[in-house]
């Protein structure tokens, strides 16, 4: 290392306060010497009588009054001479101070520190490269400043160099230099010129900050911003960045051609309710891996966009999860629209293969929608909901399928988009009305009960049930409608009652949908109801479809068991079209089986059919359990009911589901004792 004081005639705070103290140095030795000989001379010339022109009287006087004179000035040059040696002394120690401050602070600071001449080449480097890059001085000492700075940076770093010195202002500048480990480091480097006393340029005071980490940081941020955390993929965000790049090529050059395929996972909910969200991510993970692997290269790749230039952007695609269990692939630099098909099916074979996700065998199924950007809008939200569309359309209609958009789907799902927004509307105007269909006993001919049907009363005329009902189960609007209707309908049978007693009571049946059984706090909603109306639990059945109850059976039995404790009666509707049997029936505590109208419609004209009405009956019996038939429409199909022991029935042989005022007529008309096939047609003339 250079001495301190060496340091200072090369860094501008101490180069002037050095030569300073030398100049006065030299000034005063100087002026000592000038002034002794003067002194000397004259003092001399005064006691050499023959160079003097006065009398020896005179000579005399003068001779003394000069004498003095010369020593007094003697004794004020000595003094002055010794305070300035003082001084000297005080700066120098001054000096000597702040060399030694210098020196702790240069050898303590994280930053590193370097004096570089006119020539580029070193006089000092603290004692932080070493610490930093692992470089002895010695080593510095010999190679060039520009040797360990990374190639691609060199010319940037000589340039801002060179700028410093002839605009005298160095500026902050990044770049990368090599460490002695052979890693590279990036370094935050701030460079002030060193100037002589006549304002020229004499080396630069370059401060280097390690920033390396910093970066990583930066960099990592910057990463997690455009890439989904779980699967490390690309995110929405840079797939609609890939999207939109992909669209503006398509725009200049026709010959581009790219799809977009939605790919969902069918019954992904399934894995994360029984398994938990632990095991539905592990899932996630490896889909993301298969995916990855069974792309080629040409269809996915999940790295951030570098280049603006067109040509860089070719085959540069993307494979995102946009979230959930959803997966995106941008195929890009597609010869034909069959490519896009074939890269469907490559994923739904390669998905086909098990998982094994902590010990369990998971087999998942994908449906996938692909969109073209020949047909597709111009935008790339646009694009994404087109695929989207496609994707939907692929699990209506059955799953684990693709399906390619086209302009009717789109047509479609603003047709659907508009019918929710209407929905919400007629919540909020009350244009939902409440309509009940007579249940029948088939031992009497009497009418027993109602279930509780809702419609849509639109400005415009009568919405069917089919046209709107699945499209508010699957928005949640139907909670809503529930919550309008249910009141009203208690309040009517109420009214029933009292107007047509009997014994038991009339019974109201209410249809619980999906959502409604999916709340926890269901049994609490339905015990206020029943409060607030004034309703005696044993006159209302609660009808669940056999799907819903046997998604989740371990759940729904235990809703069913707080259910039934509230007094309600359990009704399974729809039976026969789902996946259970009457055994697993056991375990759920429900009153009443209804048989779907599929069955009921055929029993008539399909012995096999006939059969299997039979055997559901008896079977239910002997666990105990009543049964209604839905969709009577023929006097033989009620014969043949009545002929098994059925004991109860609903359909349009009776009544068509109809407001409170024709049902009320009908029950007037049913006290008559007019038969079921009479009062069918008596209701229709009246209705």
Known sequence: MKSQTELANHTQPALPPIRQVEGREWWLWGFAVAVTLVLTFAILSLTFPGSHLYTDRVYALNLREWVRGLTALVLLFDIY?????FQLQRVRRQLAERDRLFQLISENAADMIAVIDREGRRIYNSP??????????????????????????????????????????????????????????????????ICSADGKTEGLVVVNRDITERKRAEEALAHNAFHDGLTNLANRTLLLDRLGRALVISRRHVDFRFALLFIDIDGFKVVNDSLGHPAGDALLIQIARRLTACLRRADTVSRPQQSEDDQASFGDNTLARPGGDEFVVLAEELRDPSDAIRVAERIREKLATPFDVDGHEIVVTASIGIAFSSNTSTEAQGVLRDAEIAMYRAKNTGKARCEVFDNAMHAGALKRLQLETDLRKGV?????????????????????????LSRWQRPEGMVMPNDFIPVANETGIILSINQQMLPEACQQLRAWQQLFPSDPPLSLSVNISPK?????????????????????????????????????????AAMLSQLKALGVGLDIDDFGTGYSSLSRL??????????????VSRMDSDPETHEIVRIIVMLAHNLGLKVVAEGVETQAQLDMLVHIGCERAQGYLFSKPADHQTIGKLLAASQTGIIPGVRANSASTSG
């Not at 001479?81 to 040696?85: D, G, L, M, N, S």
């Not at 909020?428 to 509780?452: H, M, N, T, W």
């Not at 056991?586 to 069955?599: C, E, M, S, W």
Request: hydrophobic share 35%; net charge negative; charged share 25%.
């Open 81 to 85: 001479t010794i305070y300035q040696h």
């Open 128 to 193: 932080a490269y070493q610490k930093v890059l692992g470089y002895s001085q010695d080593e510095l000492n010999t190679t060039s400043p520009l040797e360990q700075i990374h190639p691609d940076d060199r010319a940037r770093v000589q340039g801002a160099a060179e700028k410093a010195r002839i605009t005298g202002c160095g500026e902050r500048l990044e770049y990368r230099i090599l460490h002695k480990d052979g890693s590279w480091r990036v370094l935050e480097s701030t460079a002030s010129v």
């Open 516 to 556: 409604q059984f999916a709340q926890a706090d269901l049994p609490s909603q339905i015990s206020q109801l029943l409060e607030q109306g004034g309703m005696d639990p044993h006159c209302v059945d609660l009808e669940i479809t056999e799907t819903i109850a046997m998604a989740d059976a371990e759940r729904s």
């Open 428 to 452: 909020e105007r009350r244009e939902f009305r409440v309509y009940y269909q007579p249940i029948v006993s088939l031992s009497d001919g009497k009418i027993v009960g109602f279930e509780a």
């Open 586 to 599: 056991q375990g759920f505590r429900v009153d009443t089986l209804k048989i779907d109208r599929a069955f």
